[in-house]
């Protein structure tokens, strides 16, 4: 091919010179003139006669949307999804965790009846087999009545509602209406939901919905939040409103979290991030009939197995490592121990402890399994003999490692609002390609959960 | 007018699913459209796979890639953002565009929503400006049908000068003849002949300046009418573009022959 005749930056400088003579206008006249040729040619073939259904949407919009009733409606829509998922789980769950540890108990019995060793019994049986058994029965069934549940309401087209019921709050905390709309995808996870920030599109906002979308609760501290509202705040109320207090609990942390997002988004959009929030049309869908088998389909094989399986295949490892923690001795103490007693006057301080904090340490790549590493770190090397699991959870934390009241709600505090997981973090540095935003992405919500956890802590220590 | 009535129309091409073995595929059609419109429940539905379907606006926000095959032809079906428009710079429009102008699709579908054709339509006219190898895609028919909207998708292809097949997604209706019309546009069968604005005198006289240079510069370079008036709006993007010389990679890789002048009648024989 010869060498062009007119080289690429002349075109750009005639095209400019061009655009000069021709004035500010052009964009209005190419804009009108769409807009023009579209009504002109939809109005040929589009004929509309009158019909009921139309207004019926709008009519259910009228309260669904309504100024006074739209967020009471939803707050009891999302506490109505909770009160399902923890009541129907409870019993899956203690049912998983007998089989499970059952499995346990004669699998160990017969490697050493075979005459295995006991450190390999004990790194697979009691470490590996053990993290993965907590998982599955601990989140599998809250999972899988959860996630089919928040998807239906997804497919109704309930989402933009909250988006829209949501959006004078962003506004006011300087941040974009559609936020509410990533915000809801972070409660499937974090990743996701920074990832589903590329439809704001003004670069500002979209890094507060970045930064911010960690204050949301996800999949994998859901369960986490489930279990301790279930032990210890169920617990503390007659048996016949247990379910109501723990889904009001959980609620409470979610709004609380939500709370968060809006304080930290008007923060920055006051201070790093400072600037107007900027206008846009959010599109009401109309309701659609959901599909019930697509809907279990997306929510138990994408979403449920999905997280399941990354927190399995985190659970075996992390098993693997507590157990060589708790087993591995130097100068007759074992390595948990010693990083434990490390870390214990920081956790005090904060209203946990060592053990919760060196399980965060070793959770980094998922949350999912903080309980778990929690339990086997508390637990060492004994076996557990109890068959019911919240029952036994309970008689470990409280009676045997003196939990508090005050200790379980400084930790649901702190597992709204510590750092994101690996996967999210990676998340934000692909999303953002700067080392500072992911940076400050990870930090932030790190010294905010400390600095939260303390100020509890302290307040409550004082009052007492 | 019903979607499968018509006894001339291959309604029972050989399809099969190919979930995501994109590899070696002979056709790349893209998928594109206004959020909510039923993209991904029609990419699902040709390929197979299980792409998450949401009814909120935005949910897919990066392009999913997919496969399927047809009378031994493979298509690859690329499913982009929703969008409403081409102009502006927000990321998922800007996927949608760059893959419309540099990723030069064979095809590309647009799905519109039948009840609200009007606000639709903003988006086929821009995709008609780039190319005219375009099939519409009436999506939500019934639900046009249950709020009283009659939409007449013949008057419709007429006016645009391209294929326009009515469907529902959700219950495969319509799909076969969307098939067709993608193919028939694909081999040639079809000649669509776009609806392009007539711009203003001004706007019209600084193109016929622009675009001999732009040929000059960039011989072989489709969509130049497009591309010159992208400059003269001052397209960040276009311009950088055209001065990386990525404009320029992209006519050599597709030599074109001069593009032949078709009547609109013509357009539509074998569309429907």
Known sequence: MSKPAVSPREIVRRGDALRAELGDELRDQIVAGLYDRAGRIAGRSVQAAGSGHWNLDQRIDRVVTSRWLGLPLMMALLGLVFWITILGANVPSQMLADALFRVEGVG?????????????????????FRGLAWVVSV??????????????????????????????????????????????????????????????????????????????????RFPTLIMLAVIFVAAAVPPAFAAIAAAGSVMLVVLLGVGFTLAVSWALSNSLLSGEASAFTLEMPPYRRPNILRILYTSLIDRTIFVLGRAMLTAAPAGAVIWLLANVQAGGVSLADRSIALLEPLGIAIGLDGVILLAYVIAIPANEIVVPTMLMCYLGGTMMVDVSAYDQIRAVLVDQHGWTLLTAANLMLFSLLHNPCATTILTIWRETRSAKWTAIGSLMPLGIAFGACFCVAQGARMLS | MSADGCGACPAHVQMAKMGVSIAGSDHVVALAGNPNTGKSTIFNALTGLRQHVGNWTGKTVTRAEGAFSVEGKRYKLVDLPGTYSLLSASQDEEISRNFLLF????????????????????????????????????????????????????????????????????????????????????????????????????????????????????????????????????????????????????????RIPAPVETSRVTAIAGAQ
């Open chain 1, 108 to 128: 160990a019995g017969w490697f050493s009846a075979m005459g295995a060793p006991w450190w390999l019994t004990g790194l697979l049986w009691h470490g590996v």
């Open chain 1, 139 to 220: 989140m599998l069934p809250p999972m899988a009545i959860f996630f089919p549940a928040f998807t239906m309401l997804e497919d109704l087209g309930y989402l933009p509602r909250v988006a829209f019921n949501l959006d004078w709050l962003f506004r006011k905390a300087g941040a974009h209406g559609k936020q509410a709309l990533t915000m809801a995808m972070g409660f499937g996870c974090n990743a996701a939901g920074v990832t589903s920030t590329r439809i704001i599109d003004s670069p500002r906002e979209r890094l507060l919905a970045i930064l911010t979308n960690n204050f949301v609760p996800c999949n994998g």
């Open chain 2, 103 to 254: 990723g030069r699709p064979d095809c590309t579908v647009v799905v519109v929503d039948a009840t609200a054709l009007e606000r639709n339509l903003n988006l086929v006219l821009q995709v008609l400006e780039i190319t005219g190898k375009v099939v519409v895609c009436v999506n939500l028919m019934d639900e046009a049908e249950r709020k009283g909207l009659q939409v007449d998708v013949r008057s419709l292809a007429r006016d645009l000068g391209v294929p326009a097949v009515p469907t529902v997604a959700r219950d495969k209706r319509g799909l076969a003849q969307l098939v067709s019309a993608v193919s028939g546009v694909i081999s040639g069968e079809t000649v669509t002949a776009p609806l392009r604005a007539t711009p203003p005198p001004a706007v019209g006289a600084a193109l016929e300046r622009l675009v001999p240079l732009l040929r000059k510069a960039i011989p072989g370079l489709p969509s130049e009418r497009w591309v010159a008036l992208r400059l003269l709006d001052g397209d960040r993007r276009v311009r950088e573009a055209v001065l990386s010389g990525e404009l320029a990679g992209l006519a050599d890789r597709q």
